[in-house]
């Protein structure tokens, strides 16, 4: 089992700037990648960014690119969203995923954060 906990959303105006966090326990030497995952409401969750754990090898959603930069930190097992330039319509609750290969192939994750509300205002 993995547990991990999102940390770091809030409020802030369009143009501003966020980091989330997510912290990793547990059978965390297991992990391929990780990712960053979001769901407006009313909307499907969508994929926005992920980390091949050992190589640090990133992928973004085009709609993010250039504002949004996934990291980790290997020592600390923590997984890292910074995300600038922000727009209304990144609001959304983030969560956090780790997982296999799956994560990058299908964007499926075997375990997931209770999320962090992140709100953009125009």
């Known amino acids: 089992q993995v547990q991990l906990v999102e940390s770091g959303g809030g409020l802030v105006q369009a143009g501003g700037s966020l980091r989330l966090s997510c912290a990793a326990s547990?059978?965390?030497?297991?992990?391929?990648?990780m990712g960053w995952f979001r769901q407006a409401p009313g909307k499907e969750r969508e994929f926005v960014a992920a980390?091949?754990?050992?190589?640090?090898?990133?992928l973004y959603v085009d709609s993010v690119k250039g504002r949004f930069t996934i990291s980790r930190d290997n020592a600390k097992n923590t997984m890292y969203l910074q995300m600038n330039s922000l727009k209304p319509e990144d609001t959304a609750v983030y969560y956090c995923?780790?997982?296999?290969?799956?994560?990058?192939?299908?964007?499926?994750?075997?375990?997931w954060g209770q999320g962090t509300q992140v709100t953009v205002s125009s």
């Open positions: 547990g059978r965390t030497f297991s992990t391929y990648a």
């Open positions: 995923a780790s997982g296999g290969p799956e994560l990058i192939l299908t964007r499926r994750g075997d375990y």
């Open positions: 980390i091949i754990w050992s190589s640090g090898s990133t």
